[in-house]
Structures are given as structure tokens and as C-alpha cells.
């Protein structure tokens, strides 16, 4: 038997969790860029003075690629759209600078994304303080609900009370 036969060679890419060396490789590259655009050398003018944040960055399991993912702070939409422009444009610059500090054997090309776990979290959070998750609230607190907590009572003595 050929060596890897038992492998699929299917054209199907599973979903998998990113390894512990991905996670450690994609640490590593943010606070290297982290520390580049604290630095200010980026000559860049749409990032050149603006304070950006990069809250993760995701590499592949090959380590070849990394999307690192940015929150500019302030500015709206048009800031943001022009936040990624010109990380676009010094790309090059800051897998350059990457491979100065990070030792890998190849420097993983760099794609940019806006962070929108910030704005899911506000989201969830303004459900969470709506009026009508409130009402539920205060109806559980008032003890409205049948539930008794304890698994083992059958459902008929939780409505008696027993």
C-alpha cells in the first residue's frame, strides 16, 4: 500500500479548527504589525496618523497566507474603506517588514479585512437591553415560569407545585 492511501483525495475542504501553531503564527504576526504601526514609519496617507487596531489575524494552515483583520478608530465607513485601501497599497512594505521580525521560512501574503465583531457585539447587546427581552426577564423573576430547575421532577408536579 502506497504511503497516504488511506488519505481522502477528495477535492473537499473540511472546516477545522485552526492548530495550535496557526494560532501562535497568527499572534506572532499581529503584534508584529502591531508594533510596524505603532512605529509610523507607513508613509501611506490614508494610514499615516491613524490610530488602527488589529484585533486578529488568521493564517492558513500551510502558513502561507494571513488575513489580518483591523479596526481604524473613528472616522465611519468612509474611513474604514479607506483604512483597507491603503493597506492594500503598502502590502508589500509590511509582508517585507514581517519577514525582518517574524522568523518563518516564507513570508505569508497578507489580505485585509474589517473586524465586525465589534459591531455583532453591539447588536447582541442592544437585543439583550430591548424592552422585550426585558419583559421576558422580569417574567421569569417574578416566577411565571413552571420550571423548578430540577430535571428529575416530572412536569405535572412542577405545575402543582409539589
Do not use: C
Not at 423573576?141 to 402543582?160: A, I, L
Amino acid at each position: 500500500m502506497r504511503r497516504g492511501a488511506a488519505r481522502s483525495t477528495g477535492s473537499h475542504v473540511s472546516a477545522r479548527a485552526p492548530g495550535q501553531r496557526q494560532l501562535r503564527v497568527g499572534e506572532e504576526l499581529r503584534h508584529a504589525l502591531a508594533w510596524i504601526l505603532e512605529r509610523g514609519d507607513i508613509r501611506d496617507p490614508a494610514l499615516a496618523g491613524r490610530p488602527v487596531t488589529v484585533t486578529e489575524v488568521r493564517v492558513s494552515p500551510d502558513l502561507r497566507n494571513a488575513t489580518v483583520y483591523v479596526v481604524p478608530l473613528g472616522g465611519g465607513e468612509a474611513a474604514e474603506a479607506e483604512t483597507l485601501e491603503g493597506f492594500k497599497r503598502v502590502r508589500a512594505y509590511l509582508r517585507h517588514e514581517l519577514a525582518h521580525r517574524v522568523h518563518l521560512k516564507y513570508a505569508p501574503d497578507l489580505s485585509f479585512a474589517l473586524d465586525d465583531t465589534f459591531d455583532a457585539a453591539d447588536r447582541i447587546d442592544a437585543i439583550l437591553h430591548s424592552p422585550d427581552v426585558a419583559r421576558d426577564l422580569d417574567h421569569e423573576r417574578d416566577g411565571d415560569t413552571s420550571d423548578t430547575g430540577d430535571p428529575e421532577t416530572p412536569e405535572s408536579e412542577r405545575r402543582d407545585g409539589a
